[in-house]
C-alpha cells in the first residue's frame, strides 16, 4: 500500500506534466514550459521527503533489547540514514539497548575482556529501496528511539545523515563521544555527573544545539569555514580561541567538547 500510494503520487505528476506539454504543443499555452517544469518537479520531490520525514512512519517498526551481559563496560557505535534519532537513559536493568527501530535495526555484538561492543546500523536492504522517489515520502521514514544503560561507562559514536537527532546524555555516563553528522538538526544535552567527558563533533551542513547541564564545566574549541558560532561567554568565558569555565580544572564534572563544522549553525548554552 505504502509503495502503491507513492507510485500513484509520482505517476500523477507525470501525467500532469505530460497533459502540460501537450496543450504546450498544440499552441494552446504560449509559456516556455520548460524553464517551470523541472523547478515543478523539484519543488514536488522536496514536498514528499519532507512529509515522509515528518509526517511518515516506516514501513515496520522492530523492538529490540540487548542485554548487557554481565559487561563492565561498553562500546556502541550507531549508523543511522535519514529520519529521526532520539536516544536516552530508558534502558532498563541488565539492558545496554532498548528501544523502537523504524525499518529495523541490524546490530552485531561482541565482548572483549569486561568491554562490550556493539555496532547497529541501519539494515541494508534499506537504503537500496530509498533509490526510488516514490519510496522517499510517507511510510518510509527511518525513525530510531532507544535508551541506553546507565549502570555502565560509555564510548559512543554516532554517524548520522539527513535527519533529526535528539540526543540526551543528561543520566548517562559518557566517558568518550564522537558525532558525525551531515545535512540535520542535532540537539545533543551532555553527561551530568559522568566525570570526565570528551567530546568531537564533526558536521557538514547542519545545525547543531549543545547543552552543558548545570553544574557541568566545559573547555570548549570550535570552528567553521561558513558556520555561525555561539557560545555562552557568561558560563563560558573566551580566552584566545578557546572557551573555557572558570572552574574547569577543579570540577568534578567536566567535557571537553572539539567541534568542527562547514555550513550551518552551532550553539553551546
Known amino acids: 500500500m505504502r509503495m502503491r500510494s507513492g507510485a500513484l503520487f509520482w505517476g500523477g505528476t507525470l501525467i500532469v506534466i505530460g497533459i502540460l506539454l501537450t496543450l504546450d504543443n498544440l499552441g494552446i499555452l504560449s509559456v516556455n514550459l520548460w524553464r517551470i517544469i523541472w523547478p515543478l518537479v523539484l519543488i514536488a520531490l522536496g514536498l514528499w521527503i519532507l512529509w515522509g520525514v515528518l509526517i511518515g512512519r516506516p514501513s515496520f517498526e522492530e523492538e529490540v533489547s540487548i542485554p548487557l551481559e554481565h559487561a563492565a563496560r561498553a562500546r556502541v557505535r550507531v549508523n543511522h540514514g535519514a529520519g529521526r534519532l532520539r536516544v536516552d537513559s530508558s534502558a532498563g536493568a541488565g539492558e545496554l539497548v532498548m528501544g523502537t527501530f523504524g525499518g529495523g535495526l541490524d546490530h552485531q555484538v561482541r565482548q572483549e575482556e569486561d568491554t562490550l561492543k556493539l555496532t547497529m546500523r541501519v539494515p541494508a536492504g534499506v537504503f537500496p529501496s530509498l533509490a526510488f522517489p516514490w519510496m522517499w515520502g510517507p511510510g518510509h521514514a527511518l525513525d530510531w528511539s532507544f535508551g541506553l544503560s546507565s549502570e ?79 557560545v555562552d561567554r557568561n558560563r563560558f568565558p573566551r580566552e584566545g580561541g578557546v572557551y573555557q569555565s572558570s572552574d574547569y580544572d577543579t570540577a568534578p564534572n567536566k567535557a571537553d567538547v572539539d567541534v568542527d563544522t562547514g555550513v550551518g549553525s552551532i550553539t553551546i548554552s
Open 152 to 230: 555502565i561507562p560509555l564510548s559512543l559514536d554516532f554517524e548520522t545523515g539527513a535527519g533529526e537527532a535528539r540526543i540526551d546524555l543528561t543520566d548517562l555516563y559518557v566517558t568518550d563521544l564522537r558525532l558525525q553528522t551531515g545535512a540535520s538538526a542535532t540537539d545533543l544535552t551532555l553527561p551530568a555527573n559522568a566525570g570526565y567527558t570528551r567530546v568531537k563533533i564533526g558536521a557538514g551542513a547542519a545545525s547543531v544545539n549543545i547543552r552543558v547541564p548545570s553544574g557541568v564545566a566545559a573547555r570548549i574549541r570550535a570552528s567553521g569555514a561558513l558556520a555561525e558560532i555561539k
